[in-house]
Each structure stands twice: as C-alpha cells, then as structure tokens.
C-alpha cells in the first residue's frame, strides 16, 4: 500500500511539473494578448482613436500582468520555466526591479537556451535603466558564450551599453561596443535581405557611433577606414540610402574628397550582383535580366516623371546615353505606378500612357521600366530620387549617385569614363 502511495505521488510530481509550467504560460499569454484582445473590440465598435482610452488600455495590461504574476509568485516553489513566464510578466507590467531580479534568478540555475537568452535582453535593459553597467556588460558577454544567438536582440543589448558609456563619457568603452553593434548589424544585413529599411537603420547608428567613438580616441584614421568600409558594403547590398549616409560622414571627415577615386582598387570592392529589376512594363526595351548585360556598362536611373530633380538629370542620361553606347555604356530607366499624373490621380493604363508620351516628348533615347510596387526601391535601398547604380562589365555596383546636384553628376560622369574605359 506505502509502495503504491509513493508512486502515485511521484506520478502526480510528473504530471504536475509541466502542468504548472503550461499554466505560467497561459499566464503570460493572457497579459500579453490583452491589449490585442481590447483593440479587436474596439475595432467592431467602430470606436474612434483616443489616446486616454489608449493610455488606459495599456495599465490595464500592466494591472493584469502584476495580477497574474502575484498568482505565480504565491506558490512555494517554482520550476525555471515558471520562474522565467514570472519574469517576463513583471516586464510586461514594467516593474524594473523585480523584473531584474526575477530574470537573474532564472540564470543561475538556467544558463543555456532561448529562454535564459532572452532573459540576458531583459537583464541588460533593466540593469542599464538602474545604472548598473557592468551587470549589463556581463550578460551581454555571456550572452555571446550561449546558444541560440540572435543578431538583432545582439545589436539591441549593445546599443544600449554603448549609449551608457557614450553618456559617461568612457570613450573607449563606448568603441569596443559600437563594434560589436556594428559586427550584429552586419550579421542582420546576411540574414535579414528583405528588411532593407532595418538594416540601413542598423547599419547607419553603429557607424555614426563607432566612427564618434574612434574620433574621441584621437583615433580618425580608424574612423575613416571603417566609414569606407560601410560605403563599399553599401555597395554590396545595394543600398542608396546607406550610401548617402556614409558618404556624408565621410566628407565630415575629409572635405573635399573625390568620391569615385575611393573605389580606386577593384580587388577592395566586394563581389556580389546586385537583385534583378521586377517590372510589369517594359517601355522601347525588350525585357531583361542584368546578368543578361555582363560585359556591358549599365546605368540604373531610379526616376519618376512628377520627379522635378529627375527632370534635370534626364538631358544628361540621354547625352551618356548618346555619347558612350558604343563603347558599351546600357542606360535603363527605373519607375513605377504612383497613381497620379501632372498633379490629378490616373489608374495604371492612364499613367502607362502618361509614361510614354512624357518619354516621346523629352526625346529620351533609352529604355524604361515600370513596376507595380516598392520591390526595388526596397532592394536598392532607394528613399529618395533621382537615384542611380553604375554596375561594371562584371556587374557589381561601382558608384552610386543621389540627387540632381551638379557635382554629383560630374562624379558620376567621371566614373562612367572610368568604367567604359575598364575591361
């Protein structure tokens, strides 16, 4: 009978364990939902936005989550699992301390996997927010000994500790981790192709303050050498927009700087093809793939006809066109539907129309294309236009060009000479 009572109870240890641990989830879950849950309400109402309502709406959630973390933290003892759903529910209600103190507990006895992994993210939040650094350096330093790691979590955590060592001013501190934001970034870029606006964003902050870093170690040679770097991984990418924000820091640094000459050594260029254009129209041009044009110097001009800027480089791209086709030189015309034509809205077959007639009558002697959405604004890292990418006879991006300013297209010119006069 005792045999029979003892394996009853270390059947019911068993059983209990991951029933406890699936109820602390479905604790979690249910804080976590909830303004989700109030919205989705909200929305069948068809209630107007406020901002009180907003505003009381998240304190609710808050309430709930402190609520149900006072229902786990009553029982006498707690398995990691609960002690991990415990901790993110009081970070869901924002209460710093125990929060902090509950994700510290976690990884004493947890060091390993996804949950001790996002236990370091809220360990180095909180212990930033208290102005405990040096807890915060710790588990970002284990964070980086443990598996599974995550690029974008990585640069998070080290930005974090690099804005508190810039606000006090530890200078070196502050470089070693804007490195370590910039190698995640990077990272991001590899694996995350398609979140081009993130990556830029990524890219942009660690090099502004990796580059202030080594500045305020009297160390501007490092500064340029890596500003150069992200100029040519901008390249790479393709990214306009990353492009136009290394080159502004890198004329901060040296005024009067010729651009093209800083791709001067192919072997230092990276290696790798730019996307293909998607396009739904093809305008007096037969659809083509770029690797199709290997061997020639291609012109990619991002354009819009309402573009007032792009109207004053189109009489230059229709002169190189003119002036270098022979000696290899593709020019290609990139826009898409906006909607809109001369100020009033047009459908897709009107603004097709509007396309070509606007083509006949500036006398445009290259080709256009026409796509239906953002694709390859977005993996070309274009935010503004004009923009445009010279790619070689190889195919890689060799200079990128922004804007209508005179300077810029005589860079732009000048590497074209270069590229048409390379084998």
């Known amino acids: 009978m005792i045999f029979r009572l003892l394996a009853v109870v270390v059947l019911f240890l068993l059983l209990s364990t991951p029933v406890f641990a699936q109820e602390a989830q479905a604790l979690f879950e249910d804080a976590n939902g909830y303004l989700g849950r109030r919205y989705q309400e909200f929305n069948k109402q068809n209630l107007p936005y406020d901002p009180k309502v907003e505003e009381k709406t998240k304190q609710e959630q808050k309430d709930l989550a402190l609520r149900n973390a006072g229902i786990l933290r009553e029982r006498p003892s707690l398995s990691n699992e609960e002690v991990y759903y415990l901790g993110m529910l009081y970070h869901l209600a924002e209460d710093a301390d125990n929060a902090l103190a509950t994700m510290q507990r976690l990884l004493k006895d947890n060091p390993d996997g996804v949950q001790a992994q996002t236990a370091r993210n809220a360990v180095v939040l909180y212990s930033i927010r208290k102005g405990s650094t040096a807890d915060a350096v ?4 284990a964070y980086a000994k443990h598996q599974p ?17 810039l606000r006090a001013k530890d200078y070196p ?7 370590e934001m910039l190698a995640a970034s990077k990272s991001f870029a590899v694996t995350n192709k398609t979140e081009s606006f993130k990556r830029d964003d990524m890219l942009v902050k660690s090099g502004l303050l990796l580059s202030d870093a080594y500045l305020k170690n009297n160390q501007k040679e490092k500064a340029i050498a890596m500003i150069e770097d ?6 790479s990418l393709p990214s306009a927009n ?11 640094l ?22 293909e254009i998607i396009a739904t129209q093809w305008i007096d041009q037969q659809a083509v793939k770029l690797s199709d044009l290997r061997g020639k110097v291609v012109l990619l001009d991002f354009w819009a006809p309402w573009c007032g800027p792009c109207r004053i480089t189109l009489p230059k791209f229709s002169n190189w066109h003119d002036t270098y086709k022979d000696k290899g ?11 809109h034509a001369d100020q009033r809205p047009v459908t897709k077959d009107e603004e097709l129309v509007y396309i070509r007639e606007f083509k006949k009558r500036n006398r445009l002697p290259y080709g256009l294309v026409v796509g239906d959405s953002t694709v390859n604004d977005l993996n070309y890292g274009v935010y503004s236009i004009p923009t445009s990418f010279l790619l070689d006879r190889k195919g890689m991006v060799r200079f990128i060009s922004i804007g209508a300013d005179e300077d810029e297209l005589v860079e732009l010119e000048q590497m074209i000479k270069k590229l048409v006069n390379e084998d």
Do not use: C, W
Request: hydrophobic share 45%.
């Open 254 to 275: 040296q005024p009067g700087l010729e651009l093209h000459k800083v791709f001067a050594d192919v072997s230092a260029l990276p290696a790798t093809a730019p996307p």
């Open 230 to 235: 992200l100029r040519r991984l901008s390249l």
């Open 242 to 252: 990353l492009y136009r924000r290394m080159t502004n820091r890198l004329l901060v």
């Open 138 to 141: 710790a588990a970002v330093t």
């Open 329 to 339: 030189l593709f020019v290609l015309g990139i826009t898409k539907y906006y909607g």
């Open 149 to 165: 790691q995550n690029s974008d979590d990585r640069y998070r955590m080290e930005f974090l500790i690099a804005d508190a060592f």
């Open 173 to 179: 501190s502050l470089a070693t981790h804007a490195n």
